[in-house]
């Protein structure tokens, strides 16, 4: 039965789209659409996309769009996806093989589920790391997604996910935000959602440590605003605002982290100060307070000598 829409956003990702379709081509069986979103592309993303799909026997569409935005590539994808279950996947990541029909068979196993989570394969620079797996799922949708909102179960990845199309609804990404946005949706699905999960990895998720860490570095007062103003929206999906003001906090150590690596102390420290504020498990409590002392002790050691010398 062709049960599945895969939507892929894709902006210049001629180099990848080939091989993330390559991947998919075992699922063909299930598949009943392929929508590529070709973001504002000025490579031919397009053209390698339907020579790949046409030589893998994939029923692909390709749907012209400017969003610039990977939420909102994924946006247009769902106002057009037909079929009853749904899977989000990114153009340059892998699906592995029979992934897709292990979530379809757990949805069959578990017949009120509409929200199958998958483990997945991290892949940091192109070398592979753990499996990620999901749990501490439970049956109560709205715990499900405070405890994701806070950190307390396994993050999902796109493309580690089967969603029911009925769930998804109108629910959509979030627009114009540098991180996260992804995490806002399943949180909104995870409030309504019937849960159920698979134990093996269904995809690779690709991961560059440098990339993901631009997205903190650049604007990073105003970008974080914009996320905050976002993420408080999901009180409206009954999510605790103590939930919200915990990932706050988790987002704002990332932020000092990064600040930290490249040297901009004072960044730093005026996001430690955001995610010491926040509520937190007690290992990031251990984490503000080491790099409280880190942030100190690197600007003892950057004050000049006769500094310190009248200071004293």
Known sequence: MKA???LIPAHNAAASIATTLTSLA???EVIGEVLVVDDASTDDTADVARRAAAQLSLPLRVLPAACRDAGGARNVALAEARHPWVYLIDADDLHLRGGLRALLRQAENRPKADMIVGAYRRRVNGQDRQIKVPNGYQAACLANASAYVKGDIRSVAVGSVLAARHLIGETRLPLGLAYDEDTLFWARLMSKASLAMVQEPV????VSPERSDDRFAINPVRRFL???RQLRTLTDCGIPIAAL???EGLVALKIARVHYARGDLDIAARFLAVAAAAPKRRSDVWRC???RFKITLRR???TPRIQLQSAL
């Open 203 to 206: 995809m690779i998720y690709e």
């Open 300 to 302: 003892w050691l950057s």
């Open 4 to 6: 599945v829409s895969v």
């Open 226 to 228: 914009e996320w905050r």
């Open 245 to 247: 003001k915990t990932r």
């Open 289 to 291: 307070l080491r790099y």
């Open 26 to 28: 075992s699922e063909a």
